[in-house]
T-cell receptor, first 115, second 114 residues
Framework: SQELEQSPQSLIVQEGKNLTINCTSS?????LYWYKQKYGEGLIFLMM?????EEKSHEKITAKLDEKKQQSSLHITASQPSHAGIYLC???????????????FGTGTQLKVEL | EPEVTQTPSHQVTQMGQEVILRCVPI?????FYWYRQILGQKVEFLVS????????KSEIFDDQFSVERPDGSNFTLKIRSTKLEDSAMYFC????????????FGPGTRLTVT
């Protein structure tokens, strides 16, 4: 089965600093999803990447998919306290035989932004 | 903005009791899911549902679990005889179609089994 490892596990940055979170898969990545979760709350959809080399941005968050490295990265520019939370990557099974919408999630990265 | 809603937000039940967790997916979505997250662990897939049938289920989703779409708006997860290890946050999600589409998650129901 596919395993997703995220690094770092936790991150504390000062407001205004840039940061990167990585998601590495044990198998080929097809669809890769990024979500944000506040402690004890639901998952908020951020972005979905489907093709190797694809890059998407929303406000100050940019995500990239490196198919060859079986890795995706999430980059936040000029972090703000509102960026604090747990970032989760998830992978679907499209591209595998049989496909499927089931998402397998990573271990999560907890981000704290200090003033 | 349309969103997935879930009720109740928190459910406490005794071991062996039946619980029903409720979800209202986004209205034009056709695929529905349940995931769970045990405290401190990963979010895990339980089941996907389309056209009144289970599309896929995980090994967690055994005979104690069932899902239903009782009407045009609700989607439910039933646990027949709860165990201590069922204590978790349960998330409902929905997506527009079958394929690589965004899955939108609800706020979750925290189930505590005592």
């Amino acid at each position: 089965s596919q395993e997703l490892e995220q690094s770092p596990q936790s991150l504390i940055v000062q407001e205004g600093k840039n940061l990167t979170i990585n998601c590495t898969s044990s198998k080929t990545l097809y669809g890769l999803y990024w979500y944000k979760q506040k402690y004890g709350e639901g998952l908020i959809f951020l972005m979905m990447l489907q093709k190797g080399g694809e890059e998407k941005s929303h406000e100050k968050i940019t995500a990239k998919l490196d198919e060859k490295k079986q890795q995706s990265s999430l980059h936040i520019t000029a972090s703000q306290p509102s960026h604090a939370g747990i970032y989760l990557c998830g992978a679907d099974k499209w591209g595998l035989t049989g496909g499927g919408n089931k998402l397998t999630f990573g271990t999560g990265t907890q981000l704290k932004v200090e003033l | 903005e349309p969103e997935v809603t879930q009720t109740p937000s928190h459910q406490v039940t005794q071991m062996g009791q039946e619980v029903i967790l409720r979800c209202v997916p986004i209205s034009n979505h056709l695929y529905f899911y349940w995931y769970r997250q045990i405290l401190g662990q990963k979010v895990e897939f339980l089941v996907s549902f389309y056209n009144n049938e289970i599309s896929e289920k995980s090994e967690i989703f055994d005979d104690q679990f069932s899902v239903e779409r009782p009407d045009g708006s609700n989607f439910t997860l039933k646990i027949r005889s709860t165990k201590l290890e069922d204590s978790a946050m349960y998330f409902c999600a929905s997506s527009e179609a079958w394929g690589p589409y965004e899955q939108y998650f609800g706020p979750g129901t925290r189930l505590t089994v005592t």
